[in-house]
């Protein structure tokens, strides 16, 4: 099924929920929540990076853990990880322990204080938001790459992010509002406020 799916509490949600509580609640509560703040757009672009070949339920689930090995995905604490510090990572069950992509974490925090901060990879995240578009009526109608999404990878790569790339951008902006690709029938798209660009 990939459209609109009636729970056991009679709310039509997005397909990809299905009935696990953890996702549901992430579907209801943030998934497509516009998001600005720039502290929490940092921390779902790190995670987002380790989603990439898993699935988003592994994650979320994992999200305390990932959490307390990246000191809560504080920019400036994150940036001072050295080697001693993804040696423990890649040893912490918790997390997805893919060196890479622990690496990729430390140097994307370097890379958003380069950039002048958390809020200011907000700025750069938003200034790609599209031009509205119809709600999705189903899976088919979500696309998995953008044109702003491309050009959203393209830039945080020329500012020294890794693992951001084109998909990796587009399920950061489905994430954090930048679009809103709930489906058309929803409950969460209607609670979601309007975006305009």
Known sequence: MTGLRVGPDGVARCWWCGAD???V?????EWGRPVADGD???EKLCLEGFQAGLSWLTILRKRPAFRAAFAGFDVDAV?????ADVARLAADAGIVRNRAKIEATVSNARATLDLGGPETLSSLVWSFAPAARPAPRTAADIPAVT???TALS???KRHGFRFVGPTTAYALMQAMGVVNDHLAGCAARAAVPHVTR
């Open 21 to 23: 509580p953890d996702y």
């Open 25 to 29: 609640a992430y579907h209801d509560a």
């Open 40 to 42: 929490r757009l940092f």
């Open 79 to 83: 940036a001072r990880f050295d080697a």
């Open 147 to 149: 044109p702003e999404s």
């Open 154 to 156: 393209k830039a945080l």
